[in-house]
């Protein structure tokens, strides 16, 4: 798992090695002008994207579904914020505390917080993308049949918490149109301090696959 956070983090820096030697390149040496990404000499532009993830949560396959936007500086540094839910039943075999025969729960959450990232080769047709979220998020453990002399309401939350995320990825991007891109690729979501007795860190975390609809001026 550290090994994964590790070699994506590297790769992320390596992109931003190029990114600084290529500027350093194409840039008279003798201009003492500081340099920062908020300078109104930088190309600065809004944009929104849809995002797909799919992947295992407590052993069972879960769809989860978000969007995030912010803005693009000089083609290819990300800044903005991201927000995820879960959408599909996530079904699993727990316990109600203070009782000790096993029974059907169900899990919900989503998680939230600041993008940051770069684009490799912007303007290819295909490029790369390395998104990374750092933020929080929140599960419930939930038993829909806890009240079952109550058919209108009988969901009973059973225990809940919040939780630390950390979740770099990389994706392939394909330019459709000025306004459109299109992203495949893969995340690693690090979860860390739930404090749950049906659901520890590990059932949470793991690998996604994830489709990216981004619209903007690229």
Known sequence: MVRKIIFIFLIFCSGSFAFAQRYMDTNDPKDEEVKSLLSKKNDLNAFGAADLKVGDLKGERGLLVGAYGGFIINRRYLFGVAGYG????????GTVPGQTEAKQLNLHGGYGGVLIGGTIAPRELIHISIPIILGAGSLEVVDKDFFINNPADSEFTVENTVFFVAEP???VEFNITKYFRLGAGMTYRYVSGTELENVQDKDVSGTTAMISFRFGRF
């Open 86 to 93: 879960l959408v599909t039943n996530v079904a699993f075999e």
């Open 169 to 171: 990825g990389i994706e």
